[in-house]
């Protein structure tokens, strides 16, 4: 399916500048004004190295470097190919658009710790980028436990007892899945296989070759169940409860953790397992693909459920990304064409949106202090800048046109519809009208009703503009997104052909 591997230790230079930054943010710990530009720096520089590696990539070669032996089938191994791209874009360019957000919300709310705060938000990126160019489940492990373990003090920012008990679930959800789950996984792998590389250029054969499938098939299912169980960051439920009790942080915070690095590792670590760990030939060949999207699609359906009960907006907020990040697993585990591109493109396309709807929960927190989705009557007239993003996020989570929502939905319902799972279709039409049910009244409040007899409504405005720039945006990329979707498609199709 590609024309080559490139071995070159360029794949290595968006690693280094987001390993170097955190050094250099807390250097510059004592001036808040360069701590922030080098945060918007190591963002713009981490970018550009990702996207130098674009043009090679789209003409179907891999990057691909070891730094490293660890013992043999063992190695710290960087590549870069569509599936890698679509992550390490978004984490870096969604970066720069996050430090600005930052230094509007951390400086009107007069926050405590804040280098602590932007040097464990870079090292969360470092994370992400590491994840996104992982070769082999080793290096894949490491960064997704760098990701955890630096999230934690942004969870448990606050430092008050609401914030260390929803941290404590975090982490123990995550490390837990992980140390139980997810190692194992890879230790019978590497039993299995006597390596930890995956299979690269072709969507179709996975690291497991026929005879080892033929001859040990319950081994490898019960490797695949691991690997599933072990990514609690695809918040896949029962494993789902961490990711609402987190948002007990910093909005800023929940904006990175649904929308930049933590549940986007989570479920490209599925979509890289599934594609370039056991194949799609692997997956028909063990009845493996449609269970894992029946999983998924229960969990669409009852996260949209429950989300339509919670008046916090965060919390609601929270829950449909659980619901959201189904659509990913549940299109790549259909394994048809359409589904799998779908599944993948969800991946951008949900993070821009998604971030949208958290800067915008901050924003209005920040200027009226208010969380309850029942006290926002009238709200929009005040904030119609912030309003109208949400209301552009809010489409593309529905999936409506012309916002970017629309179209990885589109490409994920055919798919349903191709691989003839009529019930997986049916529980994409009813997440799609719960969507709409829980999204469409906060619009209609913020922008129909009368406002609630309140004292302050009349002193409420606009966020600072450090906060609503980069929400408009991102919203409005969202729209760029579903207008022109080959943006990203391009990557998600040279990796994606059967």
């Known amino acids: 399916m590609t024309t080559g591997i490139i071995e070159s230790a360029r794949v290595l230079l968006p690693i280094a500048i987001t390993l170097v930054a955190p050094l250099f943010i807390w250097l510059c710990r004592n001036d808040q004004n360069k701590r922030e530009g080098v945060s918007f720096a190591a963002g713009g520089l981490t970018f550009i190295s990702v996207l130098t590696l674009a043009p090679q990539v789209l003409a179907g070669n891999i990057w691909k470097y070891t730094l490293f032996d660890i013992m043999p089938g063992i190695t710290v191994t960087f590549c870069a190919d569509g599936l890698s791209l679509i992550f390490g874009l978004v984490a870096s360019f969604l970066w720069m658009f996050a430090t600005s957000y930052n230094i509007g919300y951390m400086r009107s709310l007069n926050e405590h710790a804040q280098t602590r705060y932007y040097v464990c938000f870079a090292v969360a990126i470092f994370g992400a980028e590491g994840v996104a160019l992982s070769a082999n489940v080793f290096t894949l492990y490491l960064f997704y436990e760098v990701i955890t373990v630096f999230t934690y003090p942004l969870v448990a920012h606050h430092q008050d007892e609401t914030s260390f ?49 033929a001859a040990h098939p319950l081994a490898v299912t019960i490797t695949y169940v691991l690997y599933i169980a072990g990514i609690g960051k695809a918040a896949l439920m029962p494993f789902h409860n961490w990711l609402p009790s987190a948002m007990v942080a910093p909005t800023p915070v929940s904006a990175l953790l649904h929308a930049v690095a933590v549940v986007k590792a989570g479920v490209f670590c599925v979509c890289r397992i599934i594609l370039s760990g056991f194949g799609v030939d692997v997956m028909h060949q063990l009845g493996l693909g449609i269970p894992t999207a029946a999983v998924a699609a229960f969990t669409l359906t009852v996260a949209s459920f429950i989300a339509l009960t919670k008046d916090d907006l965060k919390a609601r907020l929270a829950y449909s990304t659980v619901a959201q990040l189904s659509y990913v697993v549940c299109g790549v585990a259909l394994l048809t064409p359409m589904a799998v591109q779908g599944g993948m493109a969800h991946i951008a396309h949900h993070a821009f949106s998604k971030i949208t709807l958290f800067f915008a929960a901050g924003a209005i927190y920040v200027a009226t202090h208010l969380k309850q989705i029942s006290k926002m009557d009238g709200l ?119």
């Open 380 to 498: 929009g007239r005040k904030m119609p800048w912030t309003f109208g993003a949400f209301a552009i996020a809010s489409l593309s989570m529905i999936g409506m046109p012309p916002v970017c929502g629309f179209v990885s939905k589109w490409y994920i319902v055919n798919g349903a519809l191709q691989a003839g799972q009529i019930i997986i279709f049916l529980a994409f039409m009813l997440s799609t009208a719960l969507n709409a049910g829980y999204f469409l009244p906060v619009i209609y409040r913020a922008f129909f009703k009368e406002p609630l007899p309140d004292p302050h409504f009349h002193h409420f405005k606009e966020a600072p503009l450090t906060m609503v720039i980069p929400l408009c945006t991102t919203g409005a990329i969202s729209v760029i997104l579903g207008l022109y979707p080959a943006l990203f498609m391009d990557f998600v199709r040279i990796f994606g052909k059967f």
């Open 165 to 213: 008990t929803g941290a404590r679930k975090y982490i123990v959800y995550l490390m837990g899945t992980s140390k139980l789950f997810l190692l194992p996984a890879m230790v019978m792998t590497y039993v299995l296989l006597g390596t930890l590389d995956f299979h690269l250029g072709d969507v179709a054969k996975g690291m497991f070759p026929p005879d080892v499938v």
